[in-house]
């Protein structure tokens, strides 16, 4: 029986897995690192960029508030004089768990795996909200390329902090680039914005020890497959079963994998039933096969709005590899 790791790479390189990769296994993220702060159920609060995030009780997760009062940039063109980095510099007490993390994980067996969120284009909205950052691509170019330039060099400056201490192989990098049926911009308008930039960012965590970028957009994305494999990209996690992915196997997966095809949104709800998880489990394990695939809910890590979500699903693809996977 292979390693989870060897199993991994057996799947994304064409070769022979014995058995599907069981959504986040792979990946041991530590998520003890120092990077933002983000509110708790039922807070609000302003993180050190500046921006205020809120979470209401009665919802699954936080977002930036836009209103009038609380959007941070409210002209792009004085991006320089309202936006302002936090410090990278944390002291050694605020690395210790994450050091001590990365340390016990057996690399033999799985990735160490750094988590950084939000994305180049997230931020962006996250600063000015999503009507003003859209708006921006056609009436400043020039400053949200400026803005840009900006968020990757900051990311970079905590990259050079990050790396030393944990030694890490694989990067979990967020940033969602569509809705669930389109994309948020063109291939064009993406190329002129982002393949520089993250191909900056992407190389230089290669350059220095990342063997393995996962990039989480829970979205459609399609179109913009090309840039992905183009940028460095290695699995594209959260893809939802609107970009016909087994269509996306047959044309791209000899270059870049696929990790979702299980939408949380179908089967991530409060009454979740197991035998609702167990169809859209078969459904996407026997429509995509095991090459370039990875069975996975689109969420960006590997837990579940609701409890018990995450771990059936895990059960229900354990099953799968049983039902499809040859035994000696």
Known sequence: MLTIRDNLLE????????????QYEYLDIILEAPLK?????????????????SWPQDQIGHFPVHD???????????????VKAPSVQYPDERWAAA????????????????????????????????????????????????????????????????????????????????GQIASFFSPEMFAEFFVAPYKKLYGFW???GIELIVHHSDSYAANLV??????????????????????????YGDRIAFMGDIDSGAVDTM???AEVIAEHVEKACTRCGSRAFIPCLTQGLGISSFPGVYDETSRAIERMSGRMFPRP
């Open 11 to 22: 799947t994304i390189r064409g070769g022979k897995p014995d058995r599907f990769v069981n």
């Open 206 to 208: 290669k350059d220095n």
């Open 68 to 82: 009038e009062e609380h959007r941070l940039l409210k002209d792009i063109t004085k991006w320089r004089e309202i």
């Open 37 to 53: 702060t983000s509110p708790k159920r039922g807070e609000t609060i302003t993180n050190e960029w500046g921006i205020t995030f």
């Open 99 to 178: 050091v001590n993390h990365a340390a016990a994980v057996d690399r033999r067996d799985k990735y160490v795996t750094v988590f950084f969120a939000p994305g180049i284009f997230e931020m962006c909205h996250h600063l000015m909200g999503m009507e003003d950052a859209m708006m921006s691509f056609y009436e400043e170019p020039e400053c949200l390329h400026e803005l840009i330039d900006y968020l990757v060099d900051y990311e970079i400056r905590y990259a050079k902090e990050i790396i030393p201490r944990l030694k890490p192989n694989a990067l979990f990098h967020h940033d969602d680039w569509g």
């Open 271 to 273: 009454d979740w039933k």
């Open 226 to 251: 090309p840039h992905m494999i183009d940028i460095g990209i290695d699995i594209w996690q959260g893809v939802m079963t609107t970009n016909n992915t087994p269509e996306l196997i047959k044309q």
